[in-house]
């Protein structure tokens, strides 16, 4: 049975004004956060069952040129890489994936959808396709793409020679790994001040129910890709 969750004392005992919730969080975080009485900004995610204004990066258009950037590489057999029911940000990123893929007249596969992650939240084994090996994986996060590599030069392939891997983020913290992984910048600068600035107009009584502010991230191109 999983443990009742409290809410921060920080909300309980009134000893902040607004709140800045940076995600995904557990569902049922949420329904703690629905009956606070003081602002609250989503960052970095946003829930579709709930009016919380929210600041998110472009999702959806960010993997969309990360895929059309693999395309006019000259990949055709792409596989995505991520858990598209574990959080609404990977479904987007999927979405971009899949616009690019239909954008090119290529068919998307189902045995190259490939989940990253369980139930609860953690990484399991990647199952690559059987037979048929894409030339390119299109992963989800830096995090899913730097695990990917690793299991793919244990499997003997070489990256980017044989097989191609993007990611997207930019975590500074994995720049140190080779081959530096081609993948989207998300704003976190862009991002944090649009939320206090959202935040502060609510604190001055402005309704920004339901708002979603969309902040543009850019393409970094590292080692991980070659062209076909």
């Known amino acids: ?44 995610f946003y829930d579709e069952d709930q009016s919380i204004p929210s600041v998110v990066t472009d999702n959806v258009y960010g993997m969309y040129c990360l895929t059309r950037y693999l395309i006019e590489k000259g990949h055709r057999k792409l596989a995505f890489v991520g858990s598209i029911d574990a959080t609404p940000s990977i479904l987007d990123r999927y979405l971009g994936y899949y616009r690019a893929l239909l954008a090119s007249h290529i068919v998307p596969r189902e045995d190259y959808l490939i989940p990253d992650r369980g139930a609860d939240g953690l990484f399991i084994d ?13 992963c989800n996060c830096d995090d899913a793409g730097y695990v990917l590599m690793e299991r793919l030069r244990k499997e003997g392939y070489r990256i980017p020679e044989d097989v191609s891997v993007v990611g997207f983020d930019n975590y500074t913290f994995l720049s140190f790994a080779s081959p530096r992984l081609t993948t989207i910048e998300v704003d976190v600068v862009e991002m944090a001040d649009r939320a206090v600035e959202l935040l502060v107009s609510m604190m001055h009584g ?15 191109l590292g080692d991980s890709v070659a062209g076909r």
Do not use: H, N
């Not at 009134?14 to 009956?35: A, F, N, Q």
């Not at 339901?210 to 543009?216: L, N, T």
């Open 126 to 138: 990647f199952k690559l396709p059987l037979g048929d090996m894409p030339t390119a994986f299109v």
């Open 206 to 220: 402005a309704d920004k129910e339901g708002s979603r502010i969309v902040v543009s991230g850019r393409l970094v």
């Open 1 to 44: 049975m999983l443990a009742k969750r409290i809410p921060p004392k920080v909300l309980t005992d009134s000893k902040v004004d607004s709140i800045i919730v940076m995600g995904p969080i557990r569902e049922d975080y949420p329904k703690l956060i629905r009956d606070v009485t003081m602002p609250v900004v989503y960052l970095d």
